[in-house]
């Protein structure tokens, strides 16, 4: 009977979450700016009731909210913010509206089924680490059990993130006029140039567990003008937190090349601690699995549109710590990928529609099977 009512209460409550994640896809703001994002999940919160925190433990656009007393302690993270130039083309705005309508879903129920649900708001997934500062800060201590579902094209359900150290990187040279005076100039594009030819060679040496790309940001002012500083955003990849880290010594190494053969100083800068690799709690998957099952929802054999559960999360973070899982719910978008343009039409409408309401109640189901299996052996 719980699990009846949890569906129908994610039934009743379509509407509202359909609404809500409309709001925040036409609406994408970026990591650590979610100011109008955060609230709205957050209202959407209180008003079944929960006791919302906004401002969470310093961080201006997270927030925490709980209802019931229950003693196993149920986590459900919501994400929000969208990718530059690319709007919600991770469907963020639907992470968030699945995670309020299990949250809904379960609160009336919480206290008769032993739950204390904590909804966790978490900024800057999309690079900035939000949920690594909230952990830092003493969030998800205690749990019992941490969630969050995240769309993809294809339904899996186990996420196997790689581990991922994202870096500013800067080169200072010297400007001068590139025709009349060349040799008074140390050229810092030089320097990038240098560094990602020789990224490039090294990938025939690396192992398929590792991924290095980035981007270069600032590549100089005029084409008449040795450029003085150039700037770039470069992601390391591996497959555990010990692989990433060896990982590194070997690109920074191409980055110095670039400084040394060139006379540009070099500075690179964290831009958030690294991402771990994720720990699944696999009597709370396999509890996922066979409620999607129920649902109608089917789980893709092993196509390449289901490797967006390789892509890094700071969810991986919070699994080495807590008991958690993070299942992906498919959007039937085709060819549509994560991180396209083409994806984020997809976050929208009739089949994202349908992912959210199920995702949503495959979770609160999840919850409820988690917690009496809980009770039963605590008890």
Request: hydrophobic share 45%.
């Amino acid at each position: 009977m719980t699990k009846q009512a949890a569906a129908a209460t994610v039934t009743a409550d379509a509407e509202r979450l359909i609404g809500l994640s409309e709001q925040l896809h036409a609406n994408p703001e970026l990591g650590w700016e979610e100011h109008d994002s955060s609230r709205w999940v957050a209202e959407a919160l209180a008003e079944a009731g929960f006791d919302v925190t906004p401002a969470y433990l310093g961080l201006e656009t997270a927030f925490h909210a709980t209802i019931g007393s229950g003693p196993f302690r149920l986590g459900l993270c919501a994400e929000y913010d969208a990718l530059p130039g690319l709007g919600h083309a991770c469907g963020h705005n639907l992470i968030s509206a699945i995670t309020v309508g299990a949250a809904r879903a379960l609160a009336p129920l919480a206290d008769a089924v032993g739950l204390t649900i904590e909804v966790y708001g978490t900024p800057a997934e999309e690079g900035g680490g939000g949920k690594i500062e909230l952990l830092e800060r003493g969030a998800f201590t205690g749990l019992d059990l941490a969630m969050m579902a995240h769309p993809a094209p294809v339904d899996v359900a186990e996420a196997e993130p790689f581990a991922v150290s994202h870096s500013h990187v800067e080169y200072r040279g010297k400007a001068a006029h590139a025709a009349a005076y060349p040799e008074q100039g140390v050229n810092a594009a030089d320097a990038f140039t240098i560094a990602q030819v020789a990224i490039g060679m090294m990938r025939q040496q690396l192992p398929p567990s590792v991924r290095v790309h980035g981007v270069m940001t600032n590549g100089g002012e005029a084409p008449n003008a040795i450029p003085a500083r150039t700037e770039g955003r470069w992601y390391v990849r591996a497959e555990s937190l010990a692989e990433l880290a060896a990982t590194e010594e070997r690109v920074w190494r191409c980055f110095q090349a670039g400084a040394l053969a060139t006379g540009a100083t070099l500075e690179i800068t964290p831009e958030s601690k690294p991402y771990a690799e994720f720990r699944t709690f696999w009597p709370a998957l396999e509890a996922y699995r066979r409620n999607a099952g129920e649902l109608g929802r089917v789980f893709d054999p092993g196509t390449p549109a289901r490797r967006m559960n390789r892509a890094s999360t700071d969810m991986g973070n919070v699994s080495q710590v807590v008991n958690a899982i993070h299942p992906y719910i498919g959007i039937n978008s085709g060819t549509a990928l994560n991180h396209q343009p083409e994806f984020a039409a997809h976050c929208v409408g009739g089949d994202a529609e349908r992912a959210l309401l199920d995702a949503a109640t495959a979770l609160a189901w999840t919850a409820l099977d988690v917690a009496a299996d809980h009770a039963a052996v605590s008890g």
